[in-house]
């Protein structure tokens, strides 16, 4: 699984979408920059009488809009083909909509710019009937204190579609903060529970204009939540209920510090009017969202809680997906680092190794690098991919790891003859179904010189830069793969290294990418490690990761850069 669960909503596969679409309860559908229909919901099918089908990849001007004789509608004369270029908010009390069976729909109609998380241009159309009395052309987006039901139910869709589609906590706090200010409020601040059970005021925002402003001063820890206060905060951080407030809640003496920070926030702000929700999600509270009114005049009533409260629990949902992905992926970074191993120190030569994890954290694991010192003064070296990109992919990696350090140590035999054992070995007692890998030996040759000798089950080639910058690509001692059972002898090759050259061995994760031949990832490498020769060699490592790692990668990479005297 990469990132997060995708599903289809007839016809459209974005993140969440069909839950955002379906939650809204009247008629939905989604239109493209071109005013064509790319998703619809239920209810939409419903009242049109068309099945999505039917619907899907139409011009929504041209199969749906029409006057009230069921005439076809000039886009001249269309208001909401004049709203959706325009590309802001609107709504109507009174259009009609052609239904299948040549009838006409009178509806009320909502128009908003809609984000489904993978950058397009889109807009959603909210409709329902019967309507209110006519209201020629398109009305502005209403103020916060007086949203219709339209609105409402387009936010609730923006909130689930916006939350969903990250996984990272940040920025599903900076989501949220920017659908409720300044629409529903003046301020916006989020008190998260953390994982330690501490109270950790994390945003406090403020809208000046068009700008949002955080105030860090009023961020920061706070006093632990009380078991038994019947102050708002408290009891929305205990989960228990959502509740107005305004700065006479908290004029009285404190019954915690927690009611203290709350009043200087008040205070401090000079909101007039809060509300506060709990931010739960399906396991636990994690926390609670204050909106306040300041430059607002009209005062938060109780008719607003529970639009605020589906927020406040859409918004817990989506931490909660964030933070369980944020802990996975603690664990198998901590896991992989553990698993990989420190470079031995050899006299003469430089090492140094790279490894960079998947952007997803389900993709963790598949990738290593050895070195280790052989009891014939030789220096081993071996890098490898386990098929599979997962925990268990790291399990089979330690496991292969280890068994080529035995093999190698107690066997005096050639590369090649020690990866025979291990391909042979893998097969029978390991749950690695393939696995590809460079083992070799570096040592001295008797003119003083550095020779590398290997074989090669599967694996990208080496790569070998001269001091100058000439490059070459070590392709001899190329052989099949591990766990393919095919039983065939595997070549060795040997290779002198020039004074002052640098040998690269690197996994796949460097050169491949989507839509990109390998030949085009193996010039690439070579381009940028011959005009990165003559740094040192961490700093040229760490360039060459940067260079040539491909920005849509999504497998993780090891990388081990070796540098041999001068001479």
């Known amino acids: 699984m990469t990132g997060p669960e995708r599903t289809q909503v007839h016809g459209l596969s974005v993140p969440t979408a069909s839950a955002a679409l379906e939650a809204i309860g009247a008629g939905a559908y989604v239109v493209d920059e071109q005013g064509c229909i790319i998703a619809v919901n239920t209810r939409a099918e419903q009242l049109l009488g068309r099945?999505?089908?039917?619907?899907?990849?139409?011009?929504?001007?041209?199969?749906?809009?029409?006057?009230?004789?069921?005439?076809?509608?000039?886009?001249?004369?269309?208001?909401?083909?004049?709203?959706?270029?325009?590309?802001?908010?609107?709504?109507?009390?009174e259009d009609y909509f052609a239904r299948a069976d040549g009838s006409v729909l009178p509806i009320s109609w909502l128009i908003t710019p809609y984000g489904i998380g993978d950058h397009r241009v889109t807009t959603l159309v909210v409709f329902h009937t019967p309507v209110h009395p006519r209201v020629t052309g398109p009305r502005p987006e209403p103020t916060a204190r007086s949203l219709s039901e339209l609105h409402r139910l387009a936010l609730l869709a923006e909130t689930t579609t916006r939350l969903t589609s990250t996984l990272d906590v940040d920025e599903a706090l900076r989501r949220l903060v920017a659908l409720v200010v300044p629409r529903l409020a003046d301020w916006a601040v989020v008190d998260l529970i953390t994982e330690r059970d501490e109270v950790w005021r994390t945003v406090v925002v403020h809208a000046e204009g068009d700008t949002l402003v955080q105030h860090e001063d009023l961020q920061g820890p706070m006093p632990p939540i009380p078991e038994e206060s019947p102050m708002p905060l408290s009891r929305a951080l205990r989960g228990v209920s959502s509740t107005l407030a305004g700065p006479q809640t908290y004029q009285g003496t404190p019954d915690s510090g927690i009611a203290v920070e709350q009043g200087r926030l008040f205070h401090a702000t000079g909101m007039h009017s809060a509300a506060i929700a709990p931010i739960r999600s399906t396991r636990a509270v994690l926390g609670a969202l204050t909106l306040g009114r300041t430059e607002t005049p009209t005062a938060f009533a109780p008719t607003d809680l529970p639009l605020i409260e589906d927020i406040a629990r859409r918004?817990?949902?989506?931490?909660?997906?964030?933070?369980?992905?944020?802990?996975?992926?603690?664990?198998?970074?901590?896991?992989?680092?553990?698993?990989?191993?420190?470079?031995?120190?050899?006299?003469?030569?430089?090492?140094?190794?790279?490894?960079?994890?998947?952007?997803d954290a389900s993709h963790v694991g598949g990738d290593w690098y050895d070195a280790f010192p052989l009891a014939d003064a030789s220096t081993a070296l071996a890098i490898g991919d386990v098929v599979g990109h997962d925990l268990e992919a790291a399990a089979g990696m330690a496991q292969v790891r280890n068994m080529l350090r035995a093999y190698a140590w107690s066997q005096h035999e050639p590369p090649s003859r020690i990866v025979e054992r291990l391909d042979e070995a893998i097969q029978h007692i390991t749950d690695v179904a393939m696995a590809t890998m460079i083992f070799g030996r570096i040592e001295t040759a008797h003119d003083g010189h550095w020779q590398l000798s290997w074989t090669n089950a599967g694996h990208p080639p080496p790569l070998l830069i001269s001091r100058d910058g000439l490059t070459t690509y070590l392709t001899d001692g190329h052989g099949i793969?591990?766990?393919?059972?095919?039983?065939?002898?595997?070549?060795?090759?040997?290779?002198?290294?020039?004074?002052?050259?640098?040998?690269?061995?690197?996994?796949?994760?460097?050169?491949?990418?989507?839509?990109?031949?390998?030949?085009?990832?193996?010039?690439?490498?070579?381009?940028?490690?011959?005009?990165?020769a003559h740094r040192p060699l961490a700093s040229f490592t760490d360039q060459l990761l940067r260079r040539v790692r491909p920005a849509d990668n999504d497998d993780d990479v090891a990388l081990l850069a070796l540098r041999v005297p001068e001479g």
């Open 315 to 359: 918004a817990g949902l989506a931490l909660d997906n964030a933070r369980l992905y944020q802990r996975q992926r603690k664990v198998a970074e901590t896991m992989q680092n553990h698993l990989l191993p420190q470079m031995p120190g050899v006299s003469g030569l430089e090492m140094t190794v790279r490894y960079l994890p998947a952007p």
């Open 51 to 93: 099945p999505a089908a039917e619907l899907l990849g139409h011009d929504a001007h041209d199969l749906l809009h029409r006057g009230p004789q069921g005439q076809q509608l000039p886009r001249t004369q269309c208001a909401m083909r004049q709203a959706f270029h325009a590309g802001h908010p609107a709504q109507a009390d």
């Open 481 to 532: 793969l591990l766990g393919t059972q095919a039983g065939l002898r595997r070549p060795d090759a040997t290779a002198l290294l020039p004074p002052g050259s640098t040998l690269v061995l690197y996994t796949d994760g460097l050169i491949e990418a989507p839509g990109q031949s390998l030949d085009t990832g193996l010039h690439r490498l070579r381009q940028h490690a011959a005009a990165l």
